[in-house]
């Protein structure tokens, strides 16, 4: 079976897990294999993207190439572009 290999943006406040890098490359055939390879990487990471049950917490937008998306089982492919996106808020 073919591994998807992908190329990952990092958003700035992530970027304590991957010791401030900007992109890294990530496996998987879906987002949520993506996820969990970030996570096997850089541990600690998917948890400040999604929730105990399992969805994209509220300040994270995720795209693929161009195309946003809330589905954790979105199919990826060799050479997408992930990018995540953390939402800015404050007063």
Known sequence: ???NICTVHVASPLRSYTKGATKVIAKGASLQEVLADLDQQFPGMRFRMIDEQNHIREHIRLSINTQMTNDLM????SGDVLHLICALSGG
Not at 74 to 77: A, D, F, Q, V
């Open 1 to 3: 079976m073919k591994t």
């Open 74 to 77: 979105h199919p990826l492919k």
